[in-house]
Every structure is written in C-alpha cells, then in structure tokens.
C-alpha cells in the first residue's frame, strides 16, 4: 500500500482479555517495529523486524507481549490478558534497510490506540 | 543502550518567532530523524539526516555526528506548529531506533 496501515484504530476490551493487533508495511520495506506510547508520553520501543526475525525483543514489557512476522510482510502484536497498565497508543513503523545495512527513512502508521477497562 | 536527551522540553513562542531545539545522543549513529506529532496524534516525518544541513521552508535542521548533537530551527512559526517534536536515533550498524522524550511547543496567536 502507499503508507503504513495499522487496525484496528481503536479497540476497547476488558482486563484478561487478548488482543490483536495488525500493521502492514509499505511495499517493499523489509524493517518493521512496533512502538508504544502512552498518554502523554514518549515512545518506547517495543520490537523490530528484519524480514521475518526479531533480533532484539528485549522491548517487549512482559511476556504478555508477542510479535510474529509473516512472508516479510504483515506484523501481529498480541497482548494476553490485557491489564489496564496496557492502555496506550500502538504505533508501527516501517523502514528500507539501506545497501550498507544501515536503516532507512522510519515511516509510521496512525496507530492502534487500546483502552483496557 | 544509547541515550537521547532533548531541550527543551517546553516551549512556548509567540506566532512569527524563531527556535532552535535540540537533541543530544550518547553514542555513534547511523539515522536520526525529526518527527512532529500533531495534536491529533499523527507523526510525520520532518528530516531524515544522519549528518549534515537540510532545509524544507520554514524548517531546516543540521546534524554534527561527531559531536554527537543535532539541531532543529524553526522560523517564522505558525500556530499549525504546536505539537510535538521528537528526535529519533538508531545506532551504527543496528536497527533499534531510539526516541527522545520530546520538545512540546505551543505557538501562540
């Protein structure tokens, strides 16, 4: 697609329950992570994807917290047993990986936002 | 890890003044970028600049890797540049990008 499209755009569950959600980079780009942010706050890294391996997940907060990559294309963060602590923004970014490996341009997508009640 | 630290972390200016932010990084990096965040949430995408000047209208930014800094200028502002600015570094040879806090600006009418 032209940009980073993430969904659902809000989502709205109960505390214990799992969540989903998706991000689907722009063409192309082989780099893939996901961020969190808070009300308020900064973003913290959460994970990245080299095609379909995450060489560093040391992001994630718990181990409530998953990410899977697939073809080097779509991404899932799943949230087990959500905690109201889990209520933020979820921003995903996508990126080329340049020809010395170094990362490209980060294009982000508009966000999940997730409200844990 | 690597550190990014950004000044101010406030800033209130008066619609037609000029500012300089700044965002201080810890260790060598590979990419930096500039991001504004609108009130509505949305990141876009101001610079890319690991090292060196660039400039877009208003804006312009410069980057000195060896000293291990980078600066954002904004003249003229508008009221439509309220938001946040975020400086974002990844470090040579990884893929891991880092956020600073952010400088939160409102521009007054």
């Known amino acids: 697609g032209a940009g980073v499209s993430q969904s659902p755009s809000n989502k709205v569950t109960e505390k214990g329950k799992d969540v989903e959600l998706r991000c689907d980079p722009i063409s192309g780009h082989t780099a893939l992570y996901w961020y969190r942010q808070s009300l308020g706050q900064g973003l913290e890294f959460l994970i990245y994807f080299q095609g379909n391996s995450a060489p560093d997940k040391s992001g994630l907060p718990s181990d409530r917290f998953s990410a899977e990559r697939t073809g080097g294309s779509v991404s899932t963060l799943t949230i087990q047993r959500t905690q109201q602590e889990d209520s933020a923004v979820y921003l995903c970014?996508?990126?080329?990986?340049?020809?010395?490996?170094?990362?490209?341009?980060?294009?982000f997508g508009e966000g999940s936002r997730l409200t844990v009640l | 890890g690597i550190q990014v630290e950004q000044s101010p972390p406030d800033l209130i200016l008066q619609e037609g003044a000029n500012s300089t932010l700044r965002c201080n990084f810890s260790?060598?990096?590979?990419?930096l970028q500039w991001f504004h965040q609108n009130p509505w949430g949305q990141l876009i995408n101001l610079f890319y600049i690991p090292s060196g000047t660039k400039q877009n209208g208003r804006l312009s930014a410069t980057t000195v890797a060896t000293e291990r800094y980078s600066l954002l200028y904004i003249s003229s502002s508008q009221t439509t540049d309220s938001g946040v600015y975020f400086c974002a570094v990844g470090r040579a040879g990884g893929f891991k990008t880092i956020f600073g806090a952010g400088t939160r600006l409102f521009v007054k009418a």
């Open positions: 260790d060598s990096v590979n990419n």
């Open positions: 970014a996508s990126s080329l990986v340049l020809r010395d490996l170094n990362t490209g341009e980060l294009f």
